[in-house]
């Protein structure tokens, strides 16, 4: 590849798009400038490759392909099958699953599949069997009432919400929580660790047709050979969705009891997160599932992305390299020395520590909400973004914590030293930071005060941070 090559297709390809509408152009600029100059610690972001990136902007993207690959229900998909197959065979032999299903448009419809999929498989509805694919037009009102009936009765139990659990996994404003009768399991009040009696009690009692494992903010390893044994024990189907933590799956730090892959029946993912790919989904599955996971277009998604499965073959030819398993340990290292740093200034961290990519701090220690932790960091460079933590008292929309994650700074190539570093500047903020008040005198949820010079000064220093690790080095936009 000439030295220039990445910085001369950005460059033509924003030359091109500035003829058009140059205001996307700039904001396509922009965009990158922002990324470049701020401290980037949202847990489920990071930076995809310059390839990557450019396998997304051309024609695939004009290509309906419904169907999967050999088996399509539109003419001309010769190419659209070159790139799916070797999307699913990079991600199959990536992750030693035997079946790969790398349509889902994002990890939420990768859930929605899975659902689907495992309903499919084991409701003995006659409705449900009819929705299958081709007959999903021949379906009266009555037999779409059946169904819903029959779907609403299913149960499914997951992780709770400020436990870490994502939306999609049985919450009401998710459609999950309306096709499923959810309860979930929690932390240990004192750990703030998985009790897995308590799963197995909660399992033995709810009896669900699906055990959910996989979280957005848990800092923490889950054992998933325990969690297939209480699967079992219920006669649970047991999905783990791993869009948060992909990335240490690849890369080899979660291994044996750790690594979902030989345990669940289903696995689910996003591509974009700790696994640096496209914006995406993807599930994983054993031969039992298969078919019914392969019908996951057109029974919830639409035409695949042949642009993103193109660019999800690349990001997983990139994940299969050896330096990518070193790019995952570093991951956990950067958060373990960010932990520690935090914890030596004397923050409150969820479960005392860390052993994946994420960190979680509970605020109240400084007297802040979520909120007002949020917005200050904010002000001062530093982007990261408020979470409940277990048996939050502020609430999901205030929140006591701010999650932060390595991901997207590891792979600008900050290492532990920069991660005390940065470390000082979350305390500095926090300790400074004091809570507002309402108009009429009550103290604030959202307000808070910061001194605009120690905000100018941390973000300075964090600039000065970023400055020995330019983002993308290999682009410049001139
Ligand atoms: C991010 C996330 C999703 C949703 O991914 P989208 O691509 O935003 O739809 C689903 N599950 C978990 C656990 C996640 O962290």
Known sequence: MSPNAES????????????????VADAIGAELADQRESLKLIASENYASPATLLTMGNWFSDKYAEGTVGRRFYAGCQNVDTVEAL???????LFGASHAY?????????????????????????????????????????????LRRELGNQRMLGMSLDAGGHLTHGFRPNISGKMFDQRSYGTDPATGLIDYDRVAEAAREFKPLILVAGYSAYPRKVNFRIMREIADSVGATFMVDMAHFAGLVA???????????????IVTTTTHKSLRGPRGGMVLCGPELADQVDRGCPMVLGGPLPHVMAAKAVALAEARRPDFADYA????????????????????????GTDNHLVLLDVSGYGLTGRQAEQALLDSGIVTNRNAVPQ?????????????????????GLGTAEMDATAELIHTVLSQTTPGANA???????????????????????TDLLAGFPLYPTVDLG
Not at 440 to 461: E, I, M, R, W
Request: hydrophobic share 40%; glycine share 6%; net charge neutral.
């Open 87 to 93: 999307a699913a065979e990079h991600a199959k032999e």
């Open 251 to 265: 890369g080899k730090v979660f291994t044996g009891d750790f690594d979902p892959v030989p345990h669940a029946h």
């Open 440 to 462: 009429d005198g009550t103290p604030s949820k959202a307000k808070y005060v910061l001194d605009p010079a120690v905000a100018d000064s941390v973000a300075k220093q964090a």
């Open 392 to 412: 939050d008292r502020n609430g999901a929309w205030y929140t006591s914590g701010i999650r932060i994650g390595t991901p997207a700074l590891t792979t600008r």
């Open 8 to 23: 001369t297709a950005f460059r033509s390809a924003l030359e091109v798009i500035r003829a058009v509408e140059p205001r």
């Open 102 to 146: 790398v349509q889902p448009h994002s990890g939420i419809d990768a859930n929605l599949v899975a659902f689907w999929a495992i309903l499919a498989d084991r409701v003995e509805s006659p409705a449900l069997k009819k929705a299958q694919v081709r007959q999903v037009n021949d379906l009266t009102e009555a037999d779409w009432f059946a």
């Open 329 to 352: 340990q570093r991951i956990v290292d950067n958060a373990q020395a960010l932990a520690e740093g935090l914890l030596r200034r004397g923050t409150t961290l969820v479960t005392g």
